[in-house]
């Protein structure tokens, strides 16, 4: 298995794990939150997604998917273009209330495509290259994709615990 054929695994089951969450999901259900400060299954997704497509975007040279795809009007959301979701309140965290778990799906999926043609691209094979100096050790590119297939499996996860407590209710 290549460096890219492990990352484009890694990736594929955040997109599955996204899939299999989301569908089907109402947007009462996707906007339930175990506590006013907790995070619901919108917002773990939108966010996790949101970072996907600022970083690929970012390392690939490329716009992102949520400006150029017509997501961000789409979602509707209060936020200026560029935002991800780091360092929202609570308040900010309410106002992600897609009107079903197929939108949510439907923008990770358009960003895991866009994840996927970059993998597949020369520029991904150069997993040694640095994309950010702003870190010491400067950050390559291989530790640039890891860390956000880390922070989307995180995410993805507390996202499955929210919905598994609402289930319990």
């Known amino acids: 298995?290549?460096?890219?054929?492990?990352?484009?695994?890694?990736?594929?089951?955040?997109?599955?794990?996204v899939a299999d969450l989301v569908t089907g999901m109402t947007a009462e259900e996707l906007a339930w939150r175990p506590g006013p400060k907790a995070n619901p299954?919108?917002?773990l997704v939108w966010h996790?997604?949101?970072?996907?497509?600022?970083?690929?975007?970012?390392?690939?040279g490329t716009d992102q998917v949520w400006t150029t795809g017509g997501w961000h009007e789409r979602?509707?959301?209060?936020?200026d273009r560029r935002d991800t979701g780091y360092g929202h309140d609570a308040d900010q965290v309410a106002?992600?209330?897609?009107?079903?778990?197929?939108?949510?799906?439907?923008?990770?999926d358009a960003v895991?495509?866009?994840?996927?043609?970059?993998?597949?691209s020369p520029e991904a094979a150069d997993l040694d290259r640095v994309v950010d100096t702003r870190w010491d050790?400067?950050?390559?590119?291989?530790?640039?994709l890891v860390s956000v297939i880390g922070d989307d499996m995180?995410?993805?996860?507390?996202?499955?615990?929210v919905r598994g407590l609402h289930a319990a209710q």
């Open 154 to 161: 995180a995410h993805l996860g507390q996202a499955q615990y």
């Open 75 to 79: 979602f509707a959301l209060p936020f």
């Open 137 to 144: 050790p400067p950050v390559t590119l291989a530790v640039r």
């Open 41 to 43: 299954v919108a917002w």
């Open 1 to 17: 298995m290549t460096p890219q054929e492990l990352l484009l695994d890694a990736f594929g089951r955040v997109r599955d794990g």
């Open 95 to 108: 106002a992600v209330r897609p009107a079903s778990g197929r939108l949510l799906a439907d923008y990770h």
């Open 48 to 60: 996790l997604t949101r970072i996907q497509d600022d970083h690929v975007a970012g390392v690939a």
């Open 112 to 120: 895991y495509a866009r994840t996927v043609r970059f993998l597949g």
